[in-house]
């Protein structure tokens, strides 16, 4: 009984919970700026686009594979959207469309390659990865881009996420609203796991492609369609990017991927695949940014929050070997 | 009748000749510090307009350039690659901003063998080996520092004197490696440390270590300090992480006023307040000042959430670039230009002198 409860993926959320509120704790006592609610709201507003690629690369990370494409593409489709919307003369919500749709399209060209052409995922997303970090340069002549901000028409999409309410006596109050979409975001994509086909035959993929082969599923098609699906949240993502920080820069981005990566791997998802839950990424991505916006609250900046993830990847990885998941 | 038409063929052909001789032809390198700020885009649009001027004046293409720049200002070793590129392409000058202050000393003494000069800009290439680099087109940027400390100053020179205790000001610097950066945000410290030593207040420093270890005159204990400066830096010049450093100081209770001493730092200010919503220009709030310019920073201090910001003039420094970089082609004395600054706020952001230095 001790034995199954150990290797149950409930268990490794369970723990990654107690880690989390270990961590806040930590941070709670030992500084007073911490304790505001503004920290847990400012938490919440940084973690949208790393959620969003971090959901979406669950998909592609169950099927045994990976997406290193992320990143670099998140900060293209963003640039391509504002490039849309300041020198096309294109409406936002048309750039948006567009944004999300570029996503979607190499999402779909790196499944392509993966399932179809039977590419190492680590280098057709490698490939993929440079190819947007290129483009996005190119179009925009290696010029930032704007989405609209504050004072220009169309700043309303930025409220999406960040809700500033001005009380009659003109305070401010910040209200996360983006916290909304992204919790219908999680049961949404939780329920396509685990209770569709398309999500059924992801974690099959991922633990015997053969035997879902045999039994006359197109594995090509469900496993295009689990990197189109990571090419669509990394759309989502760029939007989400751009309403948080309206001016984009080429160059950024790089590194997203590996967070996301990691927040996926905390989570409970088998880095062979086969397993893996959409709510235990969530909480591998709110514990990185616990640890991003707190460690700075205690005199310690960035670096420390990298040492400290990749510790805290490397036991979850270690529990996961432990756990025995595959011999189990 | 043969032997006149002769002659004058030839005069023609010398002429021609003599006048295609007396054509300057001239290829500059430019490698800046990227395209990431759109104060860097403001400075390449002014090497462009000027270079297209000069070469509209004399009727052909006199200057050609290669504009370049790294991805992001972390790209050390991008730029060293482009600083290659361009000392391989054997151009009449190289207008140079370096992200580094150490990596490109022996480039420069390449430079120096091939007489290739070099004309700074913006932070130009501190401790570049002497006989390098020929003259700057920069901000002064120490006395840009100072200048948004006076600005900061007269807002809440009575907030401080009214106070029950010490009172906060805080100061992100997107790092403490960059010439123009550090000396800026030195300028800032000394200033406010000047100013409160005219009203015998003492000024605690305290933060990022490069910062506390060059400030001149603050004082050594806490308990001492009527203000207390606190100096941030990020881990990555990004505006995400200077997001963090500003959330960190606009989180604490008795932060009157915060500094960010450039776009990034200043965008990463308003990116942490969007999620407080402590700044403004009442004395009951945050008193905010960036620097540069660009459309988030110019919409902020027309809706009032941040006070005010200095800005440089990156068009001017691009077009003075230009200038030195033909005078010392052409073998002309030169010597550093000071292409100023200003403080504005919303009252004066209308306003011909402010609005032709800002941009989006």
Redesign the interface.
Known sequence: MKKTLIRSDAFQRLLLALVILAVYGFFYALSP??R?Y??M??IC??LYYILLIAIGVTFPLITGGTDLSMGTGLICYSLIGSWLMRICGWPLWTAMAATILMGVMIGTVNGFGIARLDIPPFIMTLGTMMFCRGMG?ILT????G?WP????PGAGFRKAF?L?LTTEN?????I?LGMVWMILILILMSFVLHHTRFGRYVISIGSNREALKLSGVNVVKWHILAYAVCGLFTGLAAVAYAG????I????GAGFELNAIGAVIIGGTAMSGGSGSVFGTFLGVLLISVL??GL??IGL???WQLLITGCILLGAVALDQIRGRKGA | MKRAFSILLVLTVLTVCAAACAEEYYHFEIVSK?????YW?AVQKGAREEADRLNREAGYEMITMNYT????EA?ITQQVQQFTSALNANPSAIGFAAVDQNAFRDLLNDAISRKIPIVGFDSGVPGAPEGAVYANASTDNYAAGAVAADGMWQKIEKRIEQADGPVRIGEVNQDATGESVTRRGLGFIDRIIALAGEKDWKVFVTGNEYYVGNANGACAEESEAKIILEV?????P????CA??A??LL???DLIAVFGSNQPAA?GII??D????VCGI?DATVIAVGFDS???LK??I??GIMYGAVTQSPVDIGRKTIDLLLACARGEPVEDVDTGCAFYTIENIDSEEIAQNLY?
């Open positions: 700026a911490f505001r503004t920290t709201a400012y507003n940084n340069s002549g290696g010029l930032s704007t901000n504050y004072l220009e960040r500033i003109g305070q401010r109050i910040p996360p948080t920080f309206s001016n820069t080429p160059g950024e991003q916006v700075p609250f900046n960035a670096d | 990227g395209f990431q700020a759109t885009q720049g790294p991805d992001s790209d941030r830096v990020p881990a990555q990004t505006v995400e992480l963090n450093e959330f960190v989180n604490k209770e965008e990116s942490a969007d999620n407080l919503c009442t660009g459309a988030t919409a902020v027309q809706m989006d």
